[in-house]
């Protein structure tokens, strides 16, 4: 179905209090094999699982990980089994010449042609790894909610990662608002060499994603789990998840169609 998203697969985050405490595991039936997983390795489990399954062209990933602490580790991963990724990330957490995350960010009441430095603080000659990246303005064409382009104004930058004895690119971007102010939503890339028009839109799929989450919680009780053990909550996310392919399957219009509009014109 164009422009439908359908829920495949689903990783439980288990901190280390539960993996860590027998107790806890045993009421809670949680398998032996399974222990405490960082974000980033079970978006990359998830990565491979699709990969598996389908003779498909590999094509990007795009994630909200603006939440995470620890998106170093999937971007190195994530180049290293050369796998394209869009990742929202959050805005105070940008790479170090070691590959480390560290803090930098806009500086308040950023505007339109400010040049704004972040990420890498190293010696280095200007445009070489390693030295202080500089934003710069694009206008890139994107689909609103009506199905028209609009033209949008962005923020953009390259930077540099070592890993492992590699330098590796990426591009970090983000769309203004209305006063020249960049939004809140900042974005990593590894496709370094894609217009940016091509990367806005991928970031849209994001939008989607999360319409259909709110849906399926909205109608179908996604976030309602009261129970208390591991398979119980396989079991419920199943059902939800079959229920709302049902639904979208067998109506032509869905309740989060004028949502999705509303957040794509946002």
């Given at each position: 179905?164009?422009?439908?998203?359908?829920?495949?697969?689903?990783?439980?985050?288990?901190?280390?209090?539960?993996?860590?405490?027998?107790?806890?595991?045993?009421?809670a039936r949680i398998p032996?094999?399974?222990?405490?997983?960082?974000?980033?390795?079970?978006?990359?489990?998830?990565?491979?699982?699709?990969?598996?399954?389908?003779?498909?062209?590999?094509?990007?990933?795009?994630?909200?990980?603006?939440?995470?602490?620890?998106?170093?580790?999937?971007?190195?991963?994530?180049?290293?089994?050369r796998r394209d990724f869009?990742?929202?990330?959050?805005?105070?957490?940008?790479?170090?010449?070691?590959?480390?995350?560290?803090?930098?960010?806009?500086?308040?009441?950023?505007?339109?042609?400010?040049?704004?430095?972040?990420?890498?603080?190293?010696?280095?000659?200007?445009?070489?790894?390693?030295?202080?990246?500089?934003?710069?303005?694009?206008?890139?064409?994107?689909?609103?909610?009506?199905?028209?382009?609009?033209?949008?104004?962005?923020?953009?930058?390259?930077?540099?990662?070592?890993?492992?004895?590699?330098?590796?690119?990426?591009?970090?971007?983000?769309?203004?608002?209305?006063?020249?102010?960049?939004?809140?939503?900042?974005?990593?890339?590894?496709?370094?060499?894609?217009?940016?028009?091509?990367?806005?839109?991928?970031?849209?799929?994001?939008?989607?994603?999360?319409?259909?989450?709110?849906?399926?919680?909205?109608?179908?009780?996604?976030?309602?789990?009261?129970?208390?053990?591991?398979?119980?909550?396989?079991?419920?996310?199943?059902?939800?998840?079959?229920?709302?392919?049902?639904?979208?399957?067998?109506?032509?219009?869905?309740?989060?169609?004028?949502?999705?509009?509303?957040?794509?014109?946002?």
């Open positions: 179905m164009p422009g439908a998203n359908f829920p495949v697969d689903w990783r439980l985050f288990l901190p280390p209090e539960w993996t860590d405490d027998p107790e806890l595991r045993r009421r032996q094999t399974e222990s405490f997983q960082p974000q980033w390795k079970h978006m990359l489990d998830l990565m491979d699982s699709m990969a598996r399954r389908t003779s498909s062209p590999a094509v990007p990933v795009v994630a909200d990980m603006s939440d995470a602490t620890d998106f170093s580790e999937l971007t190195s991963q994530s180049g290293s089994v869009v990742v929202a990330v959050h805005p105070q957490q940008l790479f170090s010449g070691a590959g480390r995350v560290r803090e930098r960010t806009f500086p308040a009441g950023a505007r339109i042609g400010q040049r704004v430095g972040v990420g890498v603080a190293t010696a280095g000659s200007p445009g070489a790894p390693g030295t202080q990246p500089r934003w710069s303005r694009h206008t890139a064409a994107v689909t609103g909610a009506d199905g028209r382009f609009r033209q949008a104004q962005t923020l953009s930058t390259l930077m540099w990662q070592q890993t492992g004895g590699e330098q590796r690119a990426y591009r970090l971007f983000t769309e203004l608002g209305p006063g020249g102010q960049p939004s809140s939503q900042l974005w990593l890339t590894n496709l370094v060499h894609h217009r940016l028009d091509e990367l806005l839109e991928l970031t849209r799929l994001h939008i989607s994603s999360t319409v259909t989450a709110d849906c399926m919680d909205g109608s179908y009780g996604l976030l309602d789990f009261a129970g208390r053990s591991f398979p119980a909550w396989h079991h419920h996310m199943t059902m939800a998840s079959a229920a709302y392919t049902h639904m979208r399957l067998a109506h032509a219009w869905h309740p989060m169609a004028p949502l999705l509009a509303g957040q794509r014109s946002a």
